[in-house]
Structures are given as structure tokens and as C-alpha cells.
């Protein structure tokens, strides 16, 4: 990882010095009164107007109880997904034309322009419902290109789901860039649409209902308490109609064979994808911070948005810009990555909080951890506890969402395993299991370990225009080898 990464990668200090990034011919950075006098600042609501939401849902399909029946089930149920959004609830229920009854249900957690989006969120005509749980970062280029140009009803950024699914029905989900889980339901004919981002980024879950209606939920809690015969992972990558009753997989970047793996080791590009991944990251009108460990992964993605907060302001005199990135960590008392967190952001500039927690408070939460994890691994479990209680206190602080590091080991063959690689080929389809694997372990750890407390969790690593960056390029790179004096050469 790091001969790859970060030789291009190296950024400037230091927020605390922002007086040093002037550019050349201003002679002081002006006071927040002063420059808003001048009209040279804007408040983040008014250069951010997209709505993300990183919520929790639940919807119930072709079901056979009666419509009062199953507004009371799904509300009911909903509740064992409040915790992942505290801001608003929203419920839906259609009557199809065989008499079965479909629901739709929402619990919103608001990111961008918390006052507007509540959901579900319909179709132009209203006859068509989507519940979503994500951010969808090329709204704004898939709306542009909507042969209906109809006002919207919201500025959300996942109100665009249900217009382009009205124009490009099943092909939806392969043209969203952005973490996701929804689902669509149509009133007129009854189809029900449902599709999970790329990498599974953001939890999901299906399964059949006693009487054989199709659940699909945020969690599996709502599908365990409502006694479903089967409960499963709804795998990322993939979308389900109900027409056809069957998953298929949209998501087949080249990558994923080691022949397409040929590319040069271009620095400069996995500088800029990686610049950009992070930057797009940045929409929000809550209060923001990063997890910072003190090493590489959530160090780079900390000083990102350190350096394009700053240059923000400069070019768009974003008032928020001006105030310090907060950055967050945790461990046992004297543990060496406190000290190494307090480090970077002392070099970087963050205003940081290293919280400390005892192994009998840890012990004490392991049952809150596995019942909102969902998961009994032992390594998710022992890594997700600590993240559980730094994700209480950060959002006790009023902080509603943070960017995180996940995703750049399986990627960058960061693992000290990776050493015994015995070549390239089988090192980069290792990589593949590994990013493959990822819904269910370290994606799922940082999903819900924040979500249990409303505090959402971005993973600029796992871009997808990142990933076939890094992905696409030829494994022999990221090898480990010894050199001329028998020290690892990388």
C-alpha cells in the first residue's frame, strides 16, 4: 500500500496555518463578519441543495392481509429500524388489483437539507414509490439527462431513482454512482423493484413472509420478528423484480479477471480519483467529522478533506469550510493508536477527541454490538465494539455523519498476510474475495456500528471509479519483494 499510494499522495499541513494557503496577492484571510458583509461567504445549505438521507426501511410485497392490517404490521416493525433514522418516519401502503396489499415504510436519518425529502418519494404521476436508504453522488448528471424534465418535488438526490427507473426500468441501479439500498414499488401493475449498491456498502436484507409476501428490510431484525421462513443478505451488486422472482447481478467490472489487471502504476490518477472520491463525499448540512485510527487509510482521508475544505472556501467562500474538521478515536488507555491519531491531527489540523474506554465497558457492550450487527464473527464483533461506543459519543456531540477509511487494505493488498502472496495472479484474486467478502465483514462493521446511534459512515476507498482505478492496475505493483539487502522492497 504504501509504495503505491503515496508518493502522490502526500499532502500539506496544516489547517491550523490556513493563513499560509492564501494564495499570493491577499494580504489576510478576511474575518467571517467581514466577508459576509462583502457577500463573499455562503452558508453550506445554500451551495449544497441535494438531500442525502442514510436511513432504514421496510417493504412488504404482495402480502394478504387487509391494507388497515398491514399499515399496522409495517408500523410496528419499522421501529426496529428507528435507531438508523431518528429524523422523520414515512409509510406508504398500495391495494394491487388482485387484492393483495403492498407497503413501503422509511425511518430518515437527514444529512443535506434536513427540513424537505421525507420519504417515500414517487413518480411524477404518483404511481410509483421508492423507499432508499443512500446517497447518490451523479445525481445531478442522471437528472440533466432525463428525457422528462419535470420539476421534481424534492432536492433530494435519490428522488432521481424513481424518474430514471420510469425511463430505464432494470438498468436503474447500473447507473447510480453512490451507496444504496431501495426499493421501488408500482402501484399500477404491482412490480416491485429492489437494488443494492456495488460493493454492499449499505445494508440489506429479503426474504418471504408466512403467507408469501417478499420483505425486504435495512436490517434483518423487522424480517426475524415478523417470522419470515427465510431470511437472507441481499447481495450487493444485484437487483430483483418481482415479475421474474429472482436476483441478477449487475455489477461486472472488468477487474475482477487478473487479465484485465494490465494498467502501469499511474500515481497521479490514484491521486485524483481518490481526491475526487472524497470530495464528493463532502455533501452534507449537518455537522461532519472523520474516524481517525492514526494510520495511513483514515489519515489520507482526513487530510483530504482537510485540503479541500480549505480550498473550497477559497473558491466558494463556504462559511462551514472556515471551521475545524473534527476528528475522532478511540482505544484502551495508553493505546498506541490514541497517540498516533493525536499526531495527524496535530500535523493536519483537526480538532480532535481521542476517547478512551475500559475492556469491562467493552465487555458490557458486546451484546448491544452482536444485536445490532447482526453477527456472531468473532473478528466484526471484537472490531465493531469499540466502533459502537465512539459512535454514541461522536453523535452525543451533535456530529450526524463521518468518513472513514474502510475498503483501502482489500484493495492496496494492505494486509500483512499479502506478503506470502507467491505471485501476482493469485494476489490480485485474493484481492477480489476480499472486496467481495466486504458486505459481509468490515462494511456491515461500519454500517451498523455507527447506524446503531443515527450516525452515518462514508467509505471514500470503496469509490467505484477509485476501485477500477486501483483494481484495473497490474498486481506485480502491489507485491511485496525483497530487495538488494534482503529488506522488503515495495
Known amino acids: 500500500f ?8 502526500a499532502f500539506a499541513p496544516s489547517a491550523h496555518a490556513f493563513r499560509a494557503s492564501v494564495p499570493v496577492g491577499v494580504s489576510r484571510v478576511r474575518t467571517q463578519p467581514e466577508a459576509t458583509a462583502l457577500g463573499l461567504l455562503r452558508t453550506a445549505s445554500a ?39 431518528p429524523d422523520g418516519s414515512g409509510i406508504h401502503v398500495i391495494v394491487g388489483d388482485d387484492g393483495s396489499c403492498s407497503s413501503v415504510a422509511h425511518e430518515r436519518l437527514a444529512i443535506v437539507d434536513p427540513l424537505s425529502g421525507n420519504q417515500p418519494l414517487f413518480s411524477h404521476d404518483r404511481s410509483r414509490s421508492l423507499s432508499v436508504n443512500g446517497e447518490i453522488y451523479n445525481h445531478k448528471e442522471l437528472r440533466s439527462k432525463l428525457k422528462d424534465q419535470t420539476p421534481f418535488r424534492t432536492e433530494s438526490d435519490c428522488e432521481v431513482i424513481v424518474h430514471l427507473y420510469d425511463e430505464v426500468g432494470v438498468d436503474t441501479a447500473s447507473k447510480l454512482d453512490g451507496d444504496f439500498a431501495f426499493v421501488i414499488l408500482d402501484e399500477k401493475t404491482g412490480e416491485l423493484y429492489a437494488a ?4 454492499g456498502i449499505n445494508s ?13 428490510s435495512s436490517e434483518a431484525k423487522p424480517l426475524v420478528a415478523a417470522g419470515c421462513i427465510d ?14 422472482k429472482k436476483l441478477v447481478k449487475y455489477y461486472n467490472p472488468a477487474w475482477r479477471s487478473v487479465e484485465a489487471a494490465k494498467e502501469p502504476l499511474d500515481l497521479e490518477l490514484v491521486r485524483k480519483t481518490f481526491i475526487k472520491s472524497v470530495e464528493k463525499r463532502l455533501m452534507a448540512d449537518v455537522p461532519f467529522g472523520v474516524l481517525l485510527s492514526g494510520g495511513l487509510d483514515s489519515s489520507l482521508v482526513a487530510s483530504v478533506i482537510a485540503r479541500v475544505r480549505r480550498e473550497r472556501f477559497l473558491q466558494n467562500g463556504i462559511v462551514d469550510d472556515l471551521k475545524p474538521l473534527k476528528s475522532f478515536s478511540i482505544g484502551l488507555e495508553g493505546a498506541p493508536d490514541l497517540e498516533a491519531a493525536k499526531k495527524v491531527a496535530d500535523f493536519i489540523g483537526t480538532e480532535h477527541y481521542g476517547f478512551t474506554f475500559t475492556v469491562q465497558e467493552g465487555i458490557d457492550a458486546v451484546s448491544d454490538v452482536i444485536y445490532h450487527l447482526e453477527t ?18 461522536i453523535k452525543a456531540m451533535g456530529i450526524k455523519m463521518v468518513m472513514s477509511g474502510e475498503g483501502a487494505d482489500e484493495t492496496l493488498a494492505g494486509y500483512l498476510y499479502f506478503h506470502k502472496a507467491p505471485n501476482a495472479t493469485e494476489l490480485h484474486d485474493e484481492l477480489v474475495r476480499k472486496i467481495d467478502a466486504l458486505h459481509s465483514y468490515d462494511c456491515l462493521r461500519a454500517n ?22 486501483i483494481m484495473s492496475i497490474d498486481p506485480e505493483f502491489k507485491m511485496i519483494k525483497k530487495g538488494p539487502k534482503g529488506g522488503d522492497q515495495y
Open 2 to 9: 504504501s509504495a503505491l499510494t503515496f508518493a502522490g499522495l
Open 47 to 85: 451551495a449544497r441543495r441535494a438531500n442525502a438521507s442514510m436511513c432504514g426501511f421496510l417493504a412488504i410485497a404482495n402480502s394478504k392481509l387487509s391494507p388497515e392490517a398491514l399499515r399496522l404490521q409495517t408500523l410496528t416493525l419499522q421501529r426496529l429500524v428507528r435507531h438508523r433514522g
Open 231 to 244: 431470511v437472507e443478505v441481499f447481495p450487493p451488486g444485484h437487483y430483483y423484480t418481482s415479475s421474474a
Open 204 to 216: 440489506m436484507y429479503m426474504g418471504t413472509g408466512l403467507d408469501g409476501s417478499t420483505w425486504f
Open 448 to 469: 451498523k456500528a455507527t447506524m446503531a446511534h443515527g450516525l452515518e459512515a462514508r467509505v471514500p476507498f470503496l469509490d467505484e471509479d477509485l476501485l477500477d482505478v
Open 376 to 393: 456472531y464473527d468473532v473478528t466484526t464483533i471484537r472490531a465493531g465494539t469499540p466502533m459502537f461506543l465512539l459512535a454514541r459519543k
Open 196 to 199: 443494492r449498491d456495488p460493493i
